[in-house]
T-cell receptor, first 114, second 109 residues
Framework: IAGITQAPTSQILAAGRSMTLRCTQDMRHNAMYWYRQDLGLGLRLIHYSNTAGTTGKGEVPDGYSVSRANTDDFPLTLASAVPSQTSVYFC?????????????FGPGTRLTVL | GQNIDQPTEMTATEGAIVQINCTYQTSGFNGLFWYQQHAGEAPTFLSYNVLDGLEEKGRFSSFLSRSKGYSYLLLKELQMKDSASYLC??????????WGAGTKLIIKP
């Protein structure tokens, strides 16, 4: 089934623990993105990757890291979670990072840090 | 700074027409997107404008005025399934999307 998958669907995490959110796409898209969505705020870009092997920082990168070892996978790691990282996390992809390319979103991961 | 403004919430009646406005101030402009997001779900693409004017796609139309930093999404013949949040996003000079907080549209019978 073509699209983007994310895992887990939801997670409760103790503060100070680490966690990796997984994202996989099978559309052979070059560009991938991680956003967080908080109530009353727009989607905010955490990190992005324009192509396999490269990554870049978005608007709110602190406390998060990413890697892009291949085209399909783009995991997001929280090294030491804090309560302010409680959010819904969306992974997205687009064919390229060009101006006309729409982004396709995964179903999201709801993370609660206590 | 960069800013995208949309109304927080709007209410409309089934079968009617509604216009959702979006104003923006960004560093550069490389297109404006509208997405629909049902509660608890992922955003899905609705429309893209890069030139001034109206783009029509079935019951949905989107308008852009670059000189005014303004766009609107027009929804016609509203159906109950149109109850959702509508997100406006602008691609800036770095080709990153800057997102508005979204407009929650409530459709009443």
């Amino acid at each position: 089934i073509a699209g983007i998958t994310q895992a887990p669907t939801s997670q409760i995490l103790a503060a100070g623990r680490s966690m990796t959110l997984r994202c996989t796409q099978d559309m052979r898209h070059n560009a991938m993105y991680w956003y967080r969505q908080d109530l009353g705020l727009g989607l905010r870009l955490i990190h992005y990757s324009n192509t396999a092997g490269t990554t870049g920082k978005g608007e709110v990168p602190d406390g998060y890291s990413v890697s892009r070892a291949n085209t399909d996978d783009f995991p997001l790691t929280l090294a030491s979670a804090v309560p302010s990282q409680t959010s819904v996390y969306f992974c997205a992809s687009s064919e390229t990072s060009g101006s006309t390319d729409e982004q396709f979103f995964g179903p999201g991961t709801r993370l609660t840090v206590l | 700074g960069q800013n995208i403004d949309q109304p927080t919430e709007m209410t409309a009646t089934e079968g009617a027409i509604v216009q959702i406005n979006c104003t923006y101030q960004t560093s550069g402009f490389n297109g404006l997107f509208w997405y629909q997001q049902h509660a608890g779900e992922a955003p899905t693409f609705l429309s893209y404008n890069v030139l001034d004017g109206l783009e029509e796609k079935g019951r949905f139309s989107s308008f852009l005025s670059r000189s005014k930093g303004y766009s609107y999404l027009l929804l016609k013949e509203l159906q109950m399934k149109d109850s959702a949040s509508y997100l406006c996003a602008v691609r800036d000079s770095n080709y990153q999307l800057i997102w508005g907080a979204g407009t929650k549209l409530i459709i009443k019978p």
